[in-house]
DNA sequence: ATAAATTTAGACAGCCTTGTCTAATCCGTC
DNA sequence: GACGGATTAGACAAGGCTGTCTAAATTTAT
């Protein structure tokens, strides 16, 4: 039941190299372990330092958390919308355009370490901090939804899509681009890019053929027999 | 921080009656703190039982934790193989139906408490406990969505439905129907009924904007017009 | 009513964890 | 090379938790 304890490789150097080691261990460590599960000797451990180290930089075990959740979500938020800014508003080809879409969404964003770490410390420790946690949704979801509904709204509106309520459709979108992706996730396991593209492959058709224009400008070509 | 500690109302009687307050307090509370925040002490109070009596029912803390699983896993498995079968094969009002079953699918398996408390364990220390929950997969969404599959298969053959690959549209099926009850879920709370059945309304539409037959039989009466 | 089985409260040892303290050491800078 | 801040190992007290044990009380079956 005991995990490695060995010193993530090289011992870092330096005041800064040495907080950002903290964060990292600790993040990895409260992911894994769980708050009440960690204990500040493996994440002491784990970043290359000593105990009282962590203690000098950060208080207490809870201000750790509460400083790693508010860390990542703000990464995350960041690069949500880094990916959001990606958003094919003229595409050339529909399809592949949002299925490339989906696909950054997915792996930068919700599949890599940030991600996955900040939607396991949601749902593990959510109901312990009810504040800290509605701050996240009001920045994460509350904020990137919409986003990405707007986006939607235009492409709608340049004709490329027939969507009459963009929040749902933007929800939709996310929901069918994870849809095979969930029971990996639920077990905190990270998908292969191949799975992350099939997966968004399968969710972008099922999109299109329920909010892809019957009869474009230029003639779908892209129907569902175009293979994986 | 600590939680009321008062006996869950009545103190049970009997040998069986004590076992069942104990498995209901366990995973009340290894859902609510996670395993290693959760102590007999509390199970002990919530359950109205003495601290010995959980020890002479399970032996540790440990196998009381996997009892708690495989029971959640078998409930709910059941009740999902159960409203499986209210699946509509011969639908008189596809959308209505599907609807319908979507709605009983997460109030009965998704949304209820054995539902709630399954995948907050799973997501919780899946990673701790790998063979448990591979056992979890195995007979969860691996013997269910293939089972979705097949009804979905067997409507799409009955000329229902236009589907290529019935796997795929089981997973977006379901998918679809909680788009809107994620965040819900992963902040652990229980969507209202009314949530349930916007989301299964709006996913079900969607579902059948794109798989649903474009000129059917008797011609698609519900478009996506109908109020909600 | 009596006997057997179960449950109970409480005490207990052993272990782990948090957070503090100290004295020694490291590191970059002047 | 000497200084000052940061870091380190290690010891430490206080407290929490697990799992065991006991003797008494309670329940159930006979």
Redesign the pocket.
């Known amino acids: 039941m005991k995990h490695d304890v060995s010193p993530d490789s090289i011992?870092?150097?330096?005041?800064e190299?040495?907080?950002a080691s903290i964060m990292d261990a600790a993040g990895e460590v409260f992911c894994r372990e769980s708050f009440a599960?960690?204990?500040?000797?493996?994440?002491?451990a784990e970043a290359?330092?000593?105990?009282?180290?962590?203690?000098?930089?950060h208080?207490?075990?809870?201000k750790?958390f509460v400083a790693i959740v508010r860390d990542l979500t703000e990464r995350c938020n960041a690069g949500i919308f880094a990916t959001i800014s990606t958003f094919p508003d003229q595409p050339k080809d529909l399809e592949a355009d949002l299925i490339a879409f989906a696909v950054r969404m997915n792996r930068n964003c919700i599949c890599n370490r940030d991600g996955k770490f900040l939607r396991k410390l949601i749902q593990t420790e959510g109901e312990r901090y009810p504040e800290l946690f509605a701050e996240w949704r009001e920045q994460g979801p509350g904020r990137t939804w919409p986003a990405i509904a707007a986006r939607f709204a235009r492409l709608a509106h340049a004709g490329f899509l027939d969507i009459e309520d963009p929040d749902v459709a933007a929800r939709q979108f996310l929901a069918l681009a994870n849809a095979e992706l969930q029971t990996t996730f639920m077990l905190g396991g990270t998908p292969t890019d191949d799975e992350v593209l099939q997966s968004a492959t399968h969710g972008v058709r099922t999109f299109l053929r329920a909010f892809g224009k019957r009869q474009p400008a230029d003639a779908q070509k892209h129907s569902a027999l175009a293979g994986a």
């Open positions: 011992p870092p150097r330096g005041h190299a040495k907080r599960g960690a204990n500040i000797d493996m994440i002491a290359g330092v000593s105990r009282q180290t962590i203690y000098n930089h208080g207490d075990k809870e750790l």
